[in-house]
């Protein structure tokens, strides 16, 4: 353990999708800043792998986001081991590129069950924790730019990514009298076992044309747990301004 002075040193955080890609970064990210973090996840090597690679300040806890059972258990595990909850990070998904006609009624259920049921669980059952935690606590959503405009071809996924922007708002206004800020973050196209092999005529048209790295993301996510005080309820964009819509041919 490093004895200099990290940004969220005393803190305690539940990454779901912690194994691997931009959740596995988030993990590293937090623990660099003197977090005590929960690897949350369904994948069980790669997240046992990573919590021993990081130590004592990392644990492994299997968790399928879509159940309440295993977020109780989930929950339980992690304060019995680093004390109650102080930052959940919402990051779990699943991706589906899928034409609208084409998708059939479980698929979409399957998106929205992990990618937006799996956080209003989350955000039930953590709260509680930080409330029990006595300081103020911090809720971070990973939404998408598919949660802020309209993308073709995936009707489950940006439904699930918009909902996500909902659940921020809702929570920012029931929690805020527990001292318990949310957040929504919207990645643009990030280099991840998600992203892989996607073609590059996706991104290189973008103001910065290129895929985003998991450490931008995690830039802004240490941000915002350790020093936007002031913000909860807002949405932050971390997209190589691909938002922005298309730039003029003229
Ligand atoms: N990569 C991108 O370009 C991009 C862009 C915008 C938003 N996002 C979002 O960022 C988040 C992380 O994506 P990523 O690119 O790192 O993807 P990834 O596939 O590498 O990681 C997702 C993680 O979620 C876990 N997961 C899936 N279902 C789960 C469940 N039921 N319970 C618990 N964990 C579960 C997976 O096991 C995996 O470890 C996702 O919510 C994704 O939608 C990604």
Redesign the pocket.
């Known amino acids: 353990m490093s004895d200099t002075m990290g940004k969220l040193d005393g803190a305690v955080a539940i990454i779901?999708?912690?194994?691997?890609?931009?959740?596995?970064e988030h993990v590293r990210g937090l623990v660099a800043e003197g977090a005590k973090v929960v690897v949350?996840?369904?994948?069980e090597q790669?997240?046992r792998d990573l919590a021993t690679e990081i130590g004592a300040n990392a644990l492994f806890v299997k968790?399928?986001?879509?159940s309440d059972e295993?977020w109780q258990a989930a929950v339980r595990e992690a304060e019995a081991h680093f004390g109650p909850i102080t930052i959940l990070i919402?990051?779990?998904?699943?991706?589906q590129e899928k034409p609208w006609l084409e998708t059939t009624t479980a698929e979409w259920q399957r998106v929205i069950?992990?990618?937006l049921t799996?956080a209003f669980i989350g955000m039930r059952e953590v709260v509680p924790s930080m409330q029990r935690s006595g300081v103020d606590a911090v809720i971070i959503n990973?939404?998408?730019?598919?949660g802020l405009l309209g993308v073709a071809g995936e009707p489950a996924?940006a439904a699930s990514?918009w909902g996500m922007r909902a659940l921020t708002k809702v929570g920012a206004l029931e929690f805020a009298g527990s001292g318990i800020r949310v957040l929504s973050v919207?990645?643009?196209?990030?280099?991840?076992?998600?992203?892989a092999g996607?073609p590059s005529e996706y991104y290189d048209s973008q103001p910065i044309p290129r895929?985003?790295q998991?450490a931008e993301?995690t830039s802004m996510i240490v941000f915002l747990a350790a020093e936007a005080t002031f913000s909860t309820g807002s949405e932050f964009v971390v997209d190589g301004g691909v938002a922005l819509g298309a730039r003029s041919t003229t």
């Open positions: 779901t999708g912690g194994a691997r890609g931009m959740g596995a949350a996840d369904i994948l790669e997240g968790l399928d986001v879509t295993s919402n990051n779990a998904g699943i991706a069950d992990i990618n799996g990973v939404s998408s730019v598919s996924y990514k919207h990645p643009g196209f990030i280099e991840t076992p998600m992203t996607a895929m985003g998991s993301v």
